[in-house]
Structures are given as structure tokens and as C-alpha cells.
């Protein structure tokens, strides 16, 4: 058994205004487990992304988050889930008017293949996406992968 206080655990950069990865101060070995605080406008994700062999779960604590789904947008509000198996592209967005707070899980912690997909203005369309780290080696970019052009800038 393994217990932490989620604030303890150090901030990660990512897309989201505070990310906290827990899956190692758990000691977890087969799921993944990510703590999530989203300002109005952010996301969780880099972009509209499927997991190769991973499932997710997203739990809405506070807030809703929209995600868009190959089937439409879907609004998630505080106390409700909403599972994505392997293959199903998603990306949920804090719509709301107040700071959204989620939990993601995912198994298993090896998902597999990542496609990222972001509006790429030089190509004037959804592209795929590497993630990688700016040239002072701490924020994060994401880059189209046909034109190398940076689709977004991440602190």
C-alpha cells in the first residue's frame, strides 16, 4: 500500500495548468495515474490524441471538461466519468467558467503508440504531432510532423 498527499507531488510541465503524475509515488505497476487542474480554455492533453493499447478513465471532481470525441463533443460535470478504450481519439478541454479538476487513469501503463493530432497553421489543417522539449530543455513544444512547423508552446 502506498498513500501521498496529492499536492506533495512534484508539478510536472504539460498541456494542463497543473499536472501531477502519481503513478510513481504510488508504486503503481500496471496503471498509469495523473491529477489534473485545468484553467477555463485548457486541456489535459496536447491534442486530439488515441492510445495504441491503453485505456483511459477520467474522473471529474470539479467543473466539466468537453471532450471531443469521434462521435461529437460529450460534457463530463463534477462527479461523473468517462472511459475511452484503446483506439478512440479524445481530448477534453475545461469549458467551464471556473478551474476543472480531474483524475486520469489509464492501463495499462505502457499504452503503446501515441498519434497526436493539432491544427497546424502552416499546413492549414489537423496534422500529426511529435511533443518535444524547447530549446531551454524545461517547457515543451508540439511540432507538425509534415512541415516541422511548432503547432503549440507548452510551460
Known sequence: MEKVRIEDVDRRVDASTVQRPLTRALGAEHLSVNYYELDPGNSPAYGYHKHEKQEEVFVVQQGEVTFETEDGDIVVEAGEAIRFGPGEYQQGVNTGEERAIL????????????????????????????????????????????????TGRFE
Do not use: H, N, W, Y
Open 103 to 150: 483524475l486520469a487513469l489509464g492501463a495499462p501503463q505502457d499504452g503503446g503508440d501515441v498519434e497526436i493530432l493539432r491544427e497546424c497553421e502552416t499546413c492549414g489543417e489537423r496534422t500529426p504531432t511529435t511533443v518535444e522539449l524547447a530549446e531551454d530543455g524545461v517547457r515543451k513544444v508540439t511540432r507538425c510532423l509534415e512541415c516541422e512547423s511548432i
